[in-house]
């Protein structure tokens, strides 16, 4: 018996040595700097391969690129600190950020960032990759937000058709618009995407701020006296009205309610639809602004950026990680991606570059809202994911007819709790 | 008197099987549900959801979302990583656990009950909480992304223990005795005598690690890297992002993915109900 257990012991310590050997020898080899890049995956996984493909190639540094759901990459990130696995630059969405930059996870980019390029940078992108007064990460676009709306079914209806944010519909006009077209035959004239409520976290911003509302108090860092405000509830209670209304569909529905069904003649969907919209509806599909709901015209922004961490740092790749960062904001790196997915360059002299944001382009309100420094973000702060999964709750059941300000009220409890326990406040 | 006395009977009868039914429901209908969507488009999904449409097969259905799961979600290539690191596992658990079921069980030791009373206390602490520790263990023994990295760590359960240990605990001891006898060694007994008798502990165990691993999110999202041995739940999360939902994807993914533990039941009914019934579990 004593035997045996001695041979298991031996075997045991054999097999650690073995796998021990390999990690050490692995970490041993030297050769040409790699660079490992982590990726939220989503539709421009192969937009991406091919931006780096093309870094790999002009800049001789080796990266191998790695494509994760957003969970998963965050889940992974969080832990790879504990066994030195942290990739040097990660691409994910700016929300993300703030809370990989407390945990330590991401180098700062002041000292890397030319002048020149920085002063190139729209101020949307500027807002979203500043942090605790530092540049955190880079962006190659910004979202484009506006009502995306069928111009036959407007005219049809006799609706006026703004050109521009500045002379965007109150709200009377807006509320006309939407009697003017139900009237007219539309069933449902505003599409919002009610089954997915997650992404009015980020739709509904527009309207949220127009009529003074906001997710979090910036002075506080915390949700309550902001989400639980009288204008955040009023804003919540007009989304309900709609639904009321039947301006919106109580029911679910998917995309094609507005470009292929014809359900709707307005759409509160961003740049990503431009696409299906285009193709579906050809001329028809233009973009008005979101109206004045009476505190102005807001558009709302944010993208995934490109972000060095401290291990780059740390392992003396910060150079080679810069670099591709850099490389990665050249004209033709940033076109590959946004002529894929028509989201707006990152850069003035890109937007230069592209047809339809040039005046009397398509797509020239969204560049005009964000020159014009319009746009609304959603809170940069470690809280995010906390705030994210509460406010999909609150836009699920006030769509359901739930009281708007118990829902908010509670949300923001929930939420003002992870943050003062995480210190996030501070 | 006897005539009310039946009525009555018959009444209640009637209510349990009611409840029986609606009970059952609760269980199949999400079943049925994702069966039946898998075939559906995803307009059709999203406008039945809300109705009685959702159970039924509406609208234009097809075999689409499967066609493209298999080509573009290259679904037959996670199954497989899924079903050689399941299958590991679970014979690594069988052999691991029962060795230590039999010795706690069978074998007469110095801090035996000490032994015992660690596993039950084991048996209450979350696998999230020690998730970390065994993750640290499995990158410095190089197992990271590795199909060892994702087989052996979960491999000694507490339950799975308590439930061998209970089984052979309740075996006469005079089997061992004559078997020893006989010039039979301890392994021996074991392996000869004592599995062959454990074959309704052993398909439990079999099953529930085979759903344990096979659903299991968190473990293998920190040990793969790239797609080598990504596994099917980790596939299946990435069908949906902030920007699109596939659910007809989600639904066929859904229903291929559940397909091997029905048929593992299924197969292994009669054996799994037994041993619930020897060991005393329930629900």
């Known amino acids: 018996m004593k035997k045996v257990v001695l041979l298991a012991f031996c075997t045991l310590f ?62 992974k990130l969080q832990v790879s600190p504990l066994v030195g696995d942290t990739p040097d630059l990660i691409i994910a969405d700016y929300l993300m950020i703030p809370s990989y930059y ?24 500027k807002n979203e990759t500043n942090y605790d007064g530092h540049i955190v990460s880079v962006a190659q676009f910004d979202a484009g937000m506006a009502l995306w709306a069928n111009k036959s079914m407007l005219e049809n209806a006799g609706v006026r058709i703004p050109e521009s944010w500045e002379d965007a519909w109150t709200k009377e006009e807006f509320e006309d618009a939407l009697e003017k077209l139900q009237e007219s035959g539309v069933p449902y004239p505003l599409y919002i995407r009610q089954n997915k409520p997650s992404s009015l976290y980020f739709q509904y911003m527009p309207f949220l701020a127009s009529m003074g509302g906001s997710y979090l108090d910036e002075s506080t860092m915390l949700t309550s006296g902001a989400l639980d405000s009288e204008e955040t509830v009023a804003a919540f209670e007009y989304l309900q009205w709609m639904v009321d209304q039947d301006y919106i569909s109580r029911t679910c529905d998917y995309e094609n309610g507005f470009y292929e069904r014809k359900e709707s003649a307005l759409a509160l969907l961003g740049h990503w639809k431009y696409a299906d919209h285009v193709n579906f509806l050809g ?92 746009s609304v973000l959603r809170p940069l702060t470690p809280a995010h994911m906390t705030i994210y999964n509460a406010m999909q709750s609150v836009y699920s059941d006030v769509i359901g007819g739930a009281d708007p300000y118990t829902a908010l009220h509670n949300a923001s409890q929930e939420i003002d709790e992870v943050i003062i326990d995480n210190g996030w406040n501070n | ?97 029962s060795m230590i079921g039999y010795a ?6 110095k801090g035996k009950g000490l032994i015992i ?25 190089g197992l990271m992304n590795t199909i060892w990295g994702l087989a052996i760590p979960s491999a000694g359960y507490p339950m799975f223990i308590f439930l061998f240990y209970n089984h052979f605990k309740g075996m006469p001891m005079e089997l061992v005795e004559a078997a020893v006898v006989d010039g039979e060694k301890y392994s021996g007994v074991f392996w000869k005598i004592m599995m062959p008798l454990s074959k309704p502990i052993i398909a439990t165990v079999a099953i529930m690690g085979f759903i344990r691993i096979w659903g299991d999110v968190l473990w293998p999202t920190l040990v793969t890297r790239d797609e080598t041995w990504r596994t099917l739940p980790l596939a299946l999360r990435a069908l949906s992002s902030d920007v699109y939902v596939f659910w007809g994807q989600i639904f066929a993914f859904s229903s291929l993915m559940t397909l091997p533990v029905l048929v593992l039941f299924l197969l292994f009914q009669k054996q799994f109900i037994q041993s619930l019934t020897m060991t005393g579990i329930k629900g």
């Open chain 1, 283 to 374: 001329d028809d599909a233009i973009l008005v602004p979101c109206p004045d709901l009476g505190g102005g015209v807001f558009t709302c922004s944010g993208s995934t950026v490109w972000a060095m961490t401290t291990a780059a740092a740390d392992n003396g790749k910060a150079e080679e990680a810069w670099t591709i960062l850099e490389m990665a904001l050249d004209a033709e790196n940033i076109l590959t991606v946004t002529d894929f997915n028509g989201a707006i360059p990152s850069r003035v002299s890109v937007m230069d570059q592209v047809e339809n944001l040039q005046e009397g382009g398509r797509l020239y309100l969204y560049r005009k809202q964000l020159e014009d420094g319009i």
């Open chain 1, 102 to 125: 407390t945990s330590g996870l991401i180098q700062p980019l002041d000292e890397y960032m030319p002048e020149e390029l920085y002063a190139d940078l729209i101020p949307s992108v």
């Open chain 1, 14 to 75: 054999a097999l650690s040595a073995v796998f021990a050997s390999g990690s050490a020898e692995s970490a041993a080899s030297e050769g040409p700097v790699t660079i490992k890049v982590w990726v939220s995956s989503g539709s421009e996984d192969a937009k991406y391969q091919e931006v780096l493909d093309r870094i790999e190639a002009e800049t001789g540094i080796a990266i191998t690129d790695e494509y994760y759901p957003k969970d998963e990459l965050d889940q």
């Open chain 2, 104 to 109: 706690l069980g069978m074998l007469a030791f």
């Open chain 2, 1 to 97: 008197m006897q005539a009310m006395s039946e009525t009555k009977t018959r009444a209640i009868k009637l209510v349990s099987m009611v409840l029986y039914v609606l009970i059952a429901c609760l269980f199949v209908l999400p079943i049925l549900y994702m069966f039946v969507s898998s075939f559906k488009t995803d307009t059709q999904i999203v406008s039945d959801m809300s109705t009685i449409k959702a159970f039924l097969p509406t609208g234009h259905l097809s075999l689409s979302n499967y066609a493209t799961i298999m080509v573009e979600g290259q679904f037959w290539r996670f199954f497989k990583n899924s079903a050689m690191i399941a299958i590991l596992n679970v014979g690594i658990e069988i052999v691991v656990n």
């Open chain 2, 117 to 141: 009373s660690l596993v039950i206390a084991l048996a209450v602490v979350p696998t999230e909480s020690v998730i970390i520790n065994k993750f640290i263990v499995v990158n410095s023994m």
